[in-house]
């Protein structure tokens, strides 16, 4: 099911597949309701890679996400990684902004992680936000 919703929406604006993909991952996961921290904690990661390999319009792989992204956007530039690294950990925790303020309160409503990571990238689609820069 995975690989039809991805052949499926590879057309589509990244932000747009990884929702779609995610609503789809989110009915077929057994373990998207887990409240056990550590589940909680595996299920983020598993989610992480899901959305980063949709966006990229790649396969889902367990190597770090910001080795992934440098792959996919800067192959040829020895230092795209590093610099990815780094760059997510400064945003790692945008304080309130729009999304992250979303993110929390859908999480706190009891949602499932994959919806939570919904509807922060239908925050970020917003032209006041992430998707200022999008025409």
Known sequence: MDR???DATRHANAIDRAIAVLALAASADPRAYTRAPEGR???GGRIM???VATMLNAKSSA???HLQVARGWAPDNKHA???LRRALVLLADHELNASTFTVRCAASTGLNLYDSVIAVLVA???PKHGGA???
């Open 49 to 51: 890679r899901l959305v």
């Open 124 to 126: 970020l689609k917003g």
């Open 41 to 43: 904690a595996l299920l």
């Open 63 to 65: 190597k770090p996400l």
């Open 81 to 83: 990684a590093d610099l």
């Open 4 to 6: 039809a919703v991805a």
């Open 133 to 135: 820069g999008v025409l």
